[in-house]
């Protein structure tokens, strides 16, 4: 739910973006019954718009869950990991007994069988949060260039750039 203010009357009316249907471009004030325009618009084209429009931009919630791309590399192919809600731990595959639940084809031997942990949890808006942390890992893990420190737990974004030994991976919403 976000919180908007009718242009014409003024009044305060709570919009549950979840609930627009695909396409709307205005609805009908409750108070005044006079059209309120809307645009659902992405993170770029909200960043574009121009900040005195009587249009009220909605940003949709993200209602999918995101992805894990391996990047290739002399260790492994591309390699593409949908997330589902739910804990998820990442690592080498290996012939041995794990509880890997996304198994990496790399040669990689310094990323370990179960590397990192990807937690995939509903958010109050319907959307979902991906919290990572490091699994115990020998080699430790990289986020964003900066390395996890025991039991730290990080709200991945899109684009986020997540390295288990040597083997780079990509967070994609």
């Known amino acids: 739910m976000i919180s908007v203010k009718c242009p014409h009357c003024y ?8 609930k627009l249907p695909v396409g709307i471009t205005s609805f009908k004030c409750p108070e005044c019954k006079r059209f309120v325009p809307i645009s659902i618009l992405s993170d770029k084209k909200k960043e574009e718009a121009p900040a ?7 940003q949709p919630v993200k209602t999918t869950t995101g992805k894990i791309t391996v990047l290739k590399s002399e260790d492994a ?3 593409v990991f949908p997330l589902y809600e739910g804990l998820s731990i990442i690592g080498r595959k290996s012939s041995s007994r ?5 198994a990496i084809h790399t040669t ?4 370990s069988r179960e590397h990192i942990r990807i937690e995939v949890k509903k ?10 942390s490091d699994n115990n890992s020998k080699n430790h893990t990289l ?19 997540i390295i288990i030994g040597r083997t780079v991976l ?3 919403e």
Request: aromatic content about 6%; charged content about 30%.
């Open 11 to 18: 009044v305060k009316l709570k919009v549950d973006e979840n």
């Open 52 to 58: 005195s429009s009587d249009t009220l931009l909605i």
């Open 77 to 79: 192919e591309e390699q």
């Open 98 to 102: 794990s509880n890997t639940t996304i």
């Open 108 to 111: 990689d031997r310094s990323m």
């Open 123 to 132: 958010n109050i808006k319907g959307g979902y949060n991906h919290y990572l």
């Open 143 to 161: 986020y964003n260039s900066n390395c996890l420190e025991g039991g730290e737990v990080i709200v991945l974004k899109d684009n986020d750039e």
């Open 170 to 172: 990509r967070f994609n």
